[in-house]
């Protein structure tokens, strides 16, 4: 079982569409959780950090579900600009983070 | 102003050969990764310095050396290159050791092995 699992897509949505992406990990022993945002031919880059509170960062909400070892990212209204693959990562002890596969977006006009 | 950068951009070149990618943070931080990517998108850690010191080792083939002559570089050497090498290898870097959050990465080198 892969340590990080994501559904790699891609997810093709209409601009304006709600999208949710599910992440699982295996490690109960993970300390800290994050998605982010690649994209093409590009850099990694921090999206948000994600709290067992839930967090929402403008069109974008997160989700942590501890005791089902599940995160979650909503994006609403998509737009245009939010195509790219996001990697759902894993922060295990002794600080090595774990990164997904990622899931592709392709919003379309 | 690039926070953290890396020559090349791009390496072609044959199997057998010995290549080396740089990389420099001006951020200040105290923490520098390797990462590769490979075809299939998977993003992993090879090598973590934190102030000049290895921190974090995975298993990654003995033909891989880093070397971090400050904390504002890290190196990556690569000896015989094979063509299961050929990946996008990110530099990163981390204010202040493993307990911090946020990484920076790189722009990337797409290593193409022939």
């Known amino acids: 079982r892969k340590e990080v699992e994501q559904d790699p897509g891609p997810f093709n949505v209409p601009e304006g569409a709600t999208v949710a992406f599910n992440c699982t990990y295996s490690n109960s022993a993970s300390q800290s959780f994050f998605w982010y945002r690649q994209d093409c031919r590009k850099e990694p880059k921090l999206l948000m950090s994600?709290?067992?509170s839930g967090n929402e960062d403008g069109r974008f909400t997160a989700q942590l579900n501890r005791a089902s070892q599940y995160i979650s990212l909503l994006i609403r209204d998509s737009k245009l600009s939010d195509s790219a693959t996001y990697l759902c990562v894993v922060k295990f002890q002794g600080g090595k983070l774990i990164f997904g596969q990622g899931t592709e977006l392709s919003v379309k006009p | 102003d690039t926070a953290v950068s890396q020559t090349p951009k791009y390496l072609v070149t044959q199997m057998g050969n010995d290549k080396s990618i740089k990389c420099e943070q001006n951020?200040?931080?105290?923490?520098m990764y390797w990462y590769k990517q490979d075809s299939k998108k998977f993003l992993k850690i090879m090598f973590s310095?934190?102030?000049?010191?290895?921190?974090i080792n995975e298993t990654v083939p003995n033909r891989f050396s880093p070397k971090s002559p400050d904390k504002a570089h890290l190196n990556l050497h690569i000896n015989s290159l094979e063509l299961g090498d050929s990946a996008v290898y990110f530099c990163?870097?981390?204010?202040?050791?493993?307990?911090?959050?946020?990484?920076?990465f790189g722009p990337g080198t797409r290593l193409t092995v022939l």
């Open positions: 951020l200040g931080h105290d923490t």
């Open positions: 990163a870097s981390s204010p202040s050791g493993l307990n911090t959050d946020t990484q920076y």
């Open positions: 994600v709290y067992s």
């Open positions: 310095y934190n102030n000049k010191e290895l921190i």
